[in-house]
């Protein structure tokens, strides 16, 4: 059965791009060990970033005034400046992403768009990234090499595994 | 088909990184899955210096299944020699890595420049138990650190004998075999435990002999060292424990090393006068024969299995139900090893059973018939199964739970006293 593997590049032969720094991912198609390119799945910027900003300091999630956080019923951390807060069931406030408030929720958007993927290829994986593939059995690489180098021993690897065939070398 | 092995008295090969743990100021580098360390220290002591919760570790993960581990393993060695100070650096592959195809050894040639040493030895899982680990890991010393020489200082001899963690008593044992050496005139060498390590590995090459006490293990590391650095060995498979067998080592190293046979005796003399002192005092003791049971079974590695069935058999005259040894022997050695438990005083014999699963064990135990209740020295497992005969048990070999050792010794007079202590301390708690 194919599967599908998404790559971090610029120029679809380097994996060059961080998951963070990445704007969109090269998908490939994989079968046994053959791949092929299938698609180039973008993602709008602002989409991403308007995301943030509902996550973050809106009314809506009952956090956004500083008068409320922080206090005892607050509910809402430790009442930083952020004044960032759960957005309900993805997993509270910053910690520490870049973006400030969010935290896990950039990520999990990004995540969820190659959700259908069975492995990531980039060239870092962020910490609260390298979680939400976790809970999504998506198998990430923080690798530096070409794109086909990247892939022949992924698709090597997984076939392997599949088949139940062992992992010994030579 | 698949085999359950029930309660298993060994661990991986990676276990022998309680053999580098034994010398002093030397440190593993792990290049294994992270926790390895953790799971395969045990509670009978660290170093003192190093803790197994920090030997570096490579912590490898699937993407190093997938890409390789040597680039992780490279920067794991180079930060190693720079934030510990050690003397030694020992990189020890686990299962994963050697399954994949890392070439570790390789990877470490790239430090032979470095000021402290560093070196190899591959201990993945399958290769065998943490008892060829610790083979593993003296011949890495051997072939990648111990530089031959022509320089021989006489009287100089190296002592192999347990090994160093999985043997509860491996510190004191090593240290009385260099006092009885010392006594008859030889200069000890060991490698293991407090102020020996490195620089005593460096006098490895100008030993006149080796002198391997064990019935199997460590035979291969004193054949290389023959073939590698020309120092002759003298393989003696019985642990000299109690009065007869200490003797019978104090010659037989006498002579092989061509000490005086008086000054010899005169060592000799002088132990058992006062060994037998010891136990004529407690004569009434050891005569009444309620007290201890008439037989007993050693569930052991294959050299407490024999010193100790030798002892209880030469020095208290008990007589040896079935013996276990539970090492996993290679199959090579077996053979010899059993022809040696037949060589008991008395005209006795004693059957020994070559046996990894404990629950077999047990069963033996269980259907045999000890005319009484048994006598059982082995591993913490078999304590509930000695209980349920209502016999008497005493904790000699691993796992170790019931019993904690600091420097204590069952080797030679002394150790064979100890011994004898503590078989009837446990004995005699039933009148009480």
């Known amino acids: 059965m194919s599967y599908l593997i998404a790559v971090a590049t610029s120029d679809a032969k380097v994996v060059d791009l961080g998951f963070g720094a990445a704007k969109g991912f090269h998908i490939y198609e994989v079968e046994g060990t053959e791949y092929k390119e299938k698609e180039y799945r973008e993602f709008a910027e602002e989409e991403i970033s308007s995301d943030v900003q509902s996550g973050c300091g809106g009314q809506t999630s009952g956090c956004g005034d500083t008068n409320n956080c922080g206090s005892p019923s607050g509910g809402c951390g430790d009442g930083s400046q952020d004044g960032c807060g759960g957005t309900g069931g993805h997993g509270g406030c910053g910690a520490g992403s870049q973006s400030g408030c969010g935290g896990s929720d950039g990520a999990l958007r990004k995540v969820n768009l190659i959700a259908d993927c069975r492995s990531l290829v980039c060239k870092k994986i962020g910490f609260q990234a390298q979680k939400q593939l976790e809970k999504k059995a998506i198998a990430g690489f923080d690798v530096e090499c070409s794109v086909d180098e990247a892939l022949t021993k992924i698709a090597t690897y997984f076939d392997k595994i599949d088949n139940h065939v062992s992992l010994r070398r030579g | 088909m698949a085999k359950l092995l029930d309660k298993q008295r060994y661990k991986c090969a990676l276990g022998a990184m309680q053999t580098v743990q034994a010398i002093e100021r030397a440190i593993p580098i792990l290049h294994s899955g992270p926790g390895c360390a ?14 197994p919760n920090i030997f570096p570790c490579t912590s490898i993960n699937e993407k190093d299944v997938v890409f390789g581990g040597v680039k992780k393993l490279h920067s794991t060695i180079e930060n190693s020699l720079k934030v510990i100070d050690a003397d030694l650096y020992v990189v020890l592959t686990g299962c994963i890595p050697e399954i994949v195809g890392d070439d570790s050894g390789e990877v470490v040639s790239e430090f032979a420049d470095a000021e402290k040493p560093v070196i190899y030895a591959p201990t993945a899982g399958f290769k065998g138990n943490n008892y060829r680990g610790h083979e593993q890991i003296i011949d890495a010393i051997i072939d990648q650190y111990v530089k031959k020489t022509d320089k021989k200082e006489k009287g ?8 160093p963690y999985q043997d509860l008593y491996w510190l004191g044992n090593l240290r009385e075999l260099e006092k009885l050496l010392k006594e008859i005139g030889l200069t000890p060498n060991t490698i293991f435990g407090y102020q020996r390590g490195i620089k005593n590995i460096d006098k490895i090459a100008s030993a006149e002999f080796n002198l391997l006490i064990s019935p199997w293990v460590s035979v291969k590391n004193v054949k290389k ?15 000299p424990i109690g009065a007869f067998e200490t003797s019978k080592f104090l010659r037989e190293v006498g002579k092989f090393a061509g000490v005086d046979e008086k000054k010899v005796e005169d060592v000799i003399t002088e132990h058992e006068n006062y060994y037998y002192y010891l136990i004529e005092r407690f ?21 407490y299995a024999l010193g100790i069935t030798k002892f209880l058999t030469n020095d208290l005259g008990l007589v040896p139900a079935k013996q276990f040894i539970t090492d996993d022997t290679p199959k090579e050695y077996r053979e010899a090893i059993t022809e040696e438990f037949k060589k008991l005083n008395y005209g006795l014999e004693a059957e020994v059973v070559f046996e990894t699963d404990s629950y077999k064990v047990h069963e033996q135990i269980k259907s045999h018939d000890y005319h009484g209740y048994p006598l059982v020295l082995g591993g913490y497992y078999d304590k509930e199964v000695t209980e349920d005969l209502k016999g008497n048990f005493l904790n000699i070999s691993w796992p170790v739970k019931d019993k904690i050792v600091l420097n204590d010794a069952i080797v030679g007079y002394e150790g064979g006293i100890r011994l004898i202590e503590d078989i009837y301390t446990v004995a005699s708690q ?3």
Request: charged residues 20%.
């Open chain 2, 283 to 303: 004569a009434d003791l050891f005569l009444e024969n309620r007290v201890i049971n008439k037989q007993f079974s050693v569930v052991a590695d294959a050299q």
């Open chain 2, 38 to 51: 953790q799971k395969l220290s045990d509670g009978n002591g660290s170093s003192g210096y190093f803790s």
């Open chain 2, 430 to 432: 039933r009148f009480n």
């Open chain 2, 225 to 239: 060292m023959e073939k590698k650095l020309g120092i002759p060995y003298l393989h003696y498979s019985t642990l």
């Open chain 2, 156 to 163: 100089l001899v190296n002592i192999w004998a347990d090994v």
